[in-house]
């Protein structure tokens, strides 16, 4: 023990005070150092102290502490032990009560009820620590994909793929959000429960290669899907376009109200456009015109036949390969006459960086589990271990504290006040225990300062002798009575 305060003192090397270290090594060597060793304590303790006084004794950080806190060091820590406790114990309660709120929802519109709802929480729990996600925001989740008619497998799937997307997606800050992102682009293109993996990778491997954030591509997709979609785009052209755009214009709402608007000048959906609350300033009036305007302007053709649209994507692509040689006039005119004149900004910024688009499309064909192995290295982090750390606290919170003691708490709660206030309605006046009660869990707290408890021989007290007087007999207590403070002493 004295050769490892050497070493960890270095200051005491050459120092009177080292040498009687030293000196004290020797002696606990000697043969008659058992008899000693009462002495030899006793040096080696004022050794340390001299040493300290001396400042030869390297300060630790407690030490520090003490030196800077003095005595009340203990004090402070243990004070500080005790809020972090109470901390502990409010986040544990306001877990299990989000967890219970969450639960309630998903109830209102699934079947989970008993074993099967013992067995949902069971694998919430599971995946809420795995993705790193709370268990109410994994439920929540859940019960969002059922209030649109899917499956309770396929609710809990799209539960864990919106909160894959939140975890991936650059700008996404919640799972509400993500969820909002998918459900609005799974319900435009009208694609299964089971390709809701397929969405998310090609959102996260545009938007990790191409000039646009998953929130975008979120924003884009959830103004365009649907009309989009109606113009016989996939979603993969969609997003392409979208990129494209919003390298430019920066802007995801102007990009996804552009494409929204763009796939119905291209078919002149004039009426689709009016309920949509788009102007229609500029928009052909028949199929049959715009088709044979544009041809004569840019030698594309709208239509693969006499009766189906070429896609959107297919039509701009074409437009984009012969963009170049047309002349400023026609440019313009091509723009209002495809997109109107609020969208011409937006229009052309996709001919003119059609290679954006085609980058995307690639990206878009190259994005199997993309989003999974991205959200390893998430996990890894720090932000993503802390994450878990949460999810796991959620789950042990609802160990800690079971929900149906908390609300069978509230409930006696609740019993107890409702009988406090049916006796001074009938008194008029607090019963002697509720009285009791009353001041004790109001304390701290002094807007509650109506009454006070005095004995029953102080002047005043008789008034409510009589009417107590039962109470007092059945608890057997000191005679303490309940006495407005604004009584007379």
Same mark, same amino acid.
């Given at each position: 023990?004295?050769?490892?305060?050497?070493?960890?003192?270095?200051?005491?090397?050459?120092?009177?005070?080292?040498?009687?270290?030293?000196?004290?090594?020797?002696?606990?060597?000697?043969?008659?150092?058992?008899?000693?060793?009462?002495?030899?304590?006793?040096?080696?303790?004022?050794?340390?102290?001299?040493?300290?006084?001396?400042?030869?004794?390297?300060?630790?950080?407690?030490?520090?502490?003490?030196?800077?806190?003095?005595?009340?060091?203990?004090?402070?820590?243990?004070?500080?032990?005790?809020?972090?406790?109470?901390?502990?114990?409010?986040?544990?309660?306001?877990?299990?009560?989000?967890?219970?709120?969450?639960?309630?929802?998903?109830?209102?519109?699934?079947?989970?009820?008993?074993?099967?709802?013992?067995?949902?929480?069971?694998?919430?729990?599971?995946?809420?620590?795995?993705?790193?996600?709370?268990?109410?925001?994994?439920?929540?989740?859940?019960?969002?994909?059922?209030?649109?008619?899917?499956?309770?497998?396929?609710?809990?799937?799209?539960?864990?793929?919106?909160?894959?997307?939140?975890?991936?997606?650059?700008?996404?800050?919640?799972?509400?959000?993500?969820?909002?992102?998918?459900?609005?682009?799974?319900?435009?293109?009208?694609?299964?429960?089971?390709?809701?993996?397929?969405?998310?990778?090609?959102?996260?491997?545009?938007?990790?290669?191409?000039?646009?954030?998953?929130?975008? @591509?979120?924003?884009?997709?959830?103004?365009? !899907? +649907?009309?989009? #979609? $109606? =113009? &016989?785009?996939?979603?993969?052209?969609?997003?392409?376009?979208?990129?494209?755009?919003?390298?430019?214009?920066?802007?995801?709402?102007?990009?996804?109200?552009?494409?929204?608007?763009?796939?119905?000048?291209?078919?002149?959906?004039?009426?689709?456009?009016?309920?949509?609350?788009?102007?229609?300033?500029?928009?052909?009036?028949?199929?049959?015109?715009?088709?044979?305007?544009?041809?004569?302007?840019?030698?594309?053709?709208?239509?693969?036949?006499?009766?189906?649209?070429?896609?959107?994507?297919?039509?701009?692509?074409?437009?984009?390969?012969?963009?170049?040689?047309?002349?400023?006039?026609?440019?313009?005119?091509?723009?209002?006459?495809?997109?109107?004149?609020?969208?011409?900004?937006?229009?052309?910024?996709? @001919?003119?960086?059609?290679?954006?688009?085609? !980058? +995307?499309?690639? #990206? $878009? =064909? &190259?994005?199997?589990?993309?989003?999974?192995?991205?959200?390893?290295?998430?996990?890894?982090?720090?932000?993503?271990?802390?994450?878990?750390?949460?999810?796991?606290?959620?789950?042990?919170?609802?160990?800690?504290?079971?929900?149906?003691?908390?609300?069978?708490?509230?409930?006696?709660?609740?019993?107890?006040?409702?009988?406090?206030?049916?006796?001074?309605?009938?008194?008029?006046?607090?019963?002697?225990?509720?009285?009791?009660?009353?001041?004790?869990?109001?304390?701290?707290?002094?807007?509650?300062?109506?009454?006070?408890?005095?004995?029953?021989?102080?002047?005043?007290?008789?008034?409510?002798?009589?009417?107590?007087?039962?109470?007092?007999?059945?608890?057997?207590?000191?005679?303490?009575?309940?006495?407005?403070?604004?009584?007379?002493?």
């Amino acid at each position: 023990m004295i050769h490892d305060y050497l070493d960890a003192n270095k200051k005491l090397q050459g120092t009177d005070t080292g040498k009687g270290f030293y000196e004290l090594l020797n002696a606990l060597n000697s043969s008659d150092a058992p008899a000693r060793i009462g002495k030899l304590k006793k040096r080696y303790a004022e050794l340390r102290a001299e040493s300290k006084q001396l400042g030869l004794e390297t300060e630790t950080l407690v030490d520090k502490f003490e030196k800077l806190f003095g005595q009340h060091l203990s004090t402070m820590i243990t004070m500080a032990a005790l809020h972090k406790m109470q901390d502990a114990l409010r986040i544990v309660y306001q877990n299990v009560v989000e967890i219970d709120t969450a639960v309630t929802e998903l109830r209102k519109v699934s079947e989970y009820a008993g074993k099967s709802l013992e067995e949902y929480m069971g694998r919430a729990s599971e995946q809420a620590q795995k993705l790193g996600v709370s268990i109410s925001d994994y439920i929540n989740s859940t019960a969002d994909w059922k209030r649109l008619g899917y499956s309770d497998e396929d609710a809990e799937n799209m539960a864990t793929y919106s909160t894959l997307l939140k975890n991936v997606g650059d700008g996404i800050d919640d799972v509400n959000t993500s969820s909002s992102y998918l459900i609005s682009t799974m319900q435009g293109f009208g694609l299964l429960a089971d390709q809701a993996e397929d969405v998310v990778n090609k959102i996260d491997a545009v938007a990790n290669t191409q000039p646009v954030t998953a929130k975008d @591509l979120g924003e884009i997709l959830t103004r365009s !899907s +649907a009309a989009m #979609s $109606a =113009a &016989n785009n996939t979603l993969e052209e969609t997003i392409a376009l979208g990129t494209a755009a919003n390298a430019v214009i920066q802007d995801a709402d102007t990009v996804g109200t552009t494409l929204k608007s763009l796939s119905m000048y291209l078919r002149a959906a004039k009426s689709d456009a009016e309920n949509a609350g788009i102007e229609v300033d500029g928009m052909a009036n028949s199929v049959s015109e715009l088709r044979s305007e544009l041809k004569s302007l840019t030698g594309v053709d709208i239509m693969l036949d006499s009766k189906n649209f070429k896609s959107t994507y297919q039509i701009m692509k074409e437009l984009s390969q012969v963009w170049s040689g047309l002349s400023d006039v026609t440019q313009a005119n091509v723009t209002e006459m495809i997109g109107g004149k609020r969208n011409a900004n937006a229009v052309s910024a996709i @001919l003119n960086n059609f290679s954006v688009a085609e !980058s +995307a499309m690639e #990206s $878009a =064909a &190259n994005s199997a589990n993309v989003a999974w192995a991205e959200n390893e290295k998430y996990l890894d982090s720090i932000q993503g271990r802390l994450a878990q750390l949460n999810a796991s606290f959620q789950a042990l919170s609802t160990d800690v504290l079971d929900s149906g003691l908390v609300k069978t708490v509230v409930s006696l709660a609740t019993g107890l006040t409702k009988a406090a206030d049916a006796m001074i309605k009938f008194t008029g006046a607090i019963p002697m225990g509720a009285g009791i009660a009353t001041f004790i869990t109001q304390l701290g707290k002094p807007k509650m300062t109506g009454f006070t408890i005095v004995p029953s021989n102080t002047p005043g007290g008789d008034t409510e002798q009589a009417c107590c007087a039962y109470y007092i007999k059945c608890c057997s207590a000191r005679e303490y009575l309940v006495k407005p403070t604004n009584m007379a002493a």
